[in-house]
């Protein structure tokens, strides 16, 4: 689902950082400039006020300046504070140093010097002390800059936000998108956090949809089978509803009468096996591990054998391996799945000579990890009946399928069920061509082990492991099975 | 001579049977193929055909008959009960249907009726026309407000009877007595899905209604609502 990305996205917060950065950069760089520009101006007139001090002082001394450019000078004795002289308004007295006092309204900065001439004096020389820069009617114009700036910082951060929490914009309309009847989300790229979120969503998505097309299919499969199984109902009981008609309608003759009855019967016959296959293909679907219990092969396929002479002419023989032993499945399931093989034979193959085969594989041991692969049990089924076309082979595995060849009056479910056997006891089902030139149905079944209750070693040796019985345990979540006697 | 096609070889014994007793002279055919061999070979009277069938089933079996311009009486046989009025078969041409397992005597009666109307189904060349709706008997055409309308026989029987009788509600018992030849008890609604087949057909393109339901009665073939 995920492709490994080439540098990855930036994460929403770098982003949102960066967009902070930009925006107080800004900020920064306009108020610096502005800045600048007002200091540099008073810089100007700074210079331009000591100018005019020096201009007013040198050019005309005597003369009384005007105020607001003009230098104010006292000269005072310093022992008894009388003025001595004065140009432009006269200045309190004042100690040596500097000191800011009121003259007029006006606020002047006054440096006070003492003077060692005419017995010592005070002189006290004062310039207007307002400010370029801080001045009271400029208050308005710096909280305009401030407001401006606040403003300009807000609109850049609105502005530079945007672009920041734009993958996280674009997941919300993709995701309400999906609402309206797209199921398929696109990946959302641009920032960490949003991309993850995407996959993550993209992945429930994506799992919800696998899930309900499961159950979609479950239900689809069960729809049909239950569609599939009425028409196997029907079909039988419209013949039977057409001869009980028949017989109804019309006195027929007493030769013409047994006919129908015999056909009565036999419709009648394969409702029955069709209801008896449904059942065991519903048990088999709902088989318990607790119902697990140990078959000894050899005397099922000679019991299957028996059986089915004592029903039929067909010649039965079994050729089973000496050390076949015993398997771990459910007892009536594999004898089922035996039984319709031999049914097949006799019935749809018309086979005269039946071979039952069994015989074990040791599973192989892997070098690697020293555990073995499980032994196989294999059943085959040879005729000498009428066979079957390979193109066949796989079809007639299907419920309610039967083969081209099939004599008419089958469940169509005898294979199906065979297949469901082998399928649960690990195995499988495979058609061929017999040597005897009927049909060969080769079953497969992995043996369970043989429960031994010590060392790794010893059932090692034995050729049935623990490993396979925890591999089987773990696989279906079967039960361990139970203990069985030894064997002599 | 009567065609019983069923690939299940007991239902096509007994119902062959069962007909060949009550008086019909019987052939079958085991598959589609089969049927539409015999069939070019040999004229038959009427078909009873399974709809469910491997390779070619019954519904195409009815195309190709009709498409080949055979109007052979059919009767299809549907394994599947289905509510909705979509017989596999019927849209396609057939006449009638059975759900199996169905009563013999209700397929005799049925056949025996689809043979009788087969033999004389000419009605005055006439050109009738209700509302938007031009019905030209001569030529067994239909059109809608100009518009050719694609109609299988037995939905033209039926637009035709109910044109005849513009205007006059007629209970599906009537319908089926006059269109099928049912002039006995029967339990089908085939009257109603070829209704519906009818109805999907002329109002396409958003023409109004012109066969209306009365309620408990009928249908009534009329210009006005």
Known sequence: MRFPRVGRSASLRTRVAIASAVAASAVVAVFTVLTSVVLLNNDAEQLDRRLDAIVAASVDPDQSADPSHGVLTTGRSRSTGQVVFQRGFQLPRLEPGSATVLVNGVEYRVRTIPMEQQGGLLISVGIRAEGALLNRTRIPFYTGVGVVTVLIAAGLGWTLAGPAVRPLRRLTEQTMRLGKGSSQMAAVKGAREAEDLSDAMVGMLSRLAAAQQATTNSLQAAQDFAANAAHELRTPLTAMRADIDTLRIHDLPAEERDEVVGDLARAQRRVEAIITALGQLASGQLAQAEDRELIDVTDMLDRVARENMRVSTADLVVEADDDIGLIEGWPSGLRLAVDNLVRNAITHGDASRIVLAAHRTTGLVDPESGSRSADVLTIIVDDNGRGLAANEYEVVMGRFARGSTAVPGGSGLGLALVAQQAELHGGSIELSDSPLGGLRATLTVVSSPEPEPDSTTESAVSGESGLLRRRASRVTGWRSPPKRPPRS | ?225
Request: proline residues 4%; hydrophobic residues 45%; charged residues 30%.
């Open chain 2, 1 to 225: 001579m009567v065609l019983m096609v069923d690939d299940d070889p007991d239902v096509r014994t007994s119902v062959a049977r069962g007909l060949r007793h009550s008086g019909f002279d019987v052939r079958v055919a085991a598959s589609g193929k089969e049927a539409l061999r015999l069939l070019s070979n040999e004229s038959h009277d009427a078909l009873v055909l399974d709809v469910q069938m491997p390779e070619l089933d019954g519904v195409a079996v009815v195309t190709a008959l009709r498409a080949l311009g055979n109007d052979i009486p059919i009767c299809v046989l549907s394994a599947r009960d289905t509510v909705n009025d979509r017989i596999a078969g019927l849209e396609a041409g057939a006449d009638d249907y059975l759900t199996k397992p169905f009563d013999l005597g209700e397929l005799v009666a049925r056949l025996h009726a689809l043979l009788r109307r087969s033999t004389h189904a000419d009605r005055p060349s006439d050109t009738m026309t209700v509302g938007p709706l031009t019905i030209d008997t001569a030529r067994r055409l239909v059109f809608v407000a100009g518009e050719r309308a694609d109609l299988t026989k037995r939905e033209f029987d039926l637009l035709a009877v109910l044109a005849e009788n513009a205007g006059v509600v007629l209970s599906r018992q009537r319908l089926l007595e006059l269109v099928w030849g049912y002039d006995f008890d029967v339990d089908t609604n085939v009257a109603d899905v070829f209704i519906s087949y009818l109805r999907r057909k002329l109002e396409r393109d958003g023409q109004p209604r012109v066969i209306h339901t009365v309620r408990g009665i009928g249908y009534v073939l009329r210009d006005e609502p």
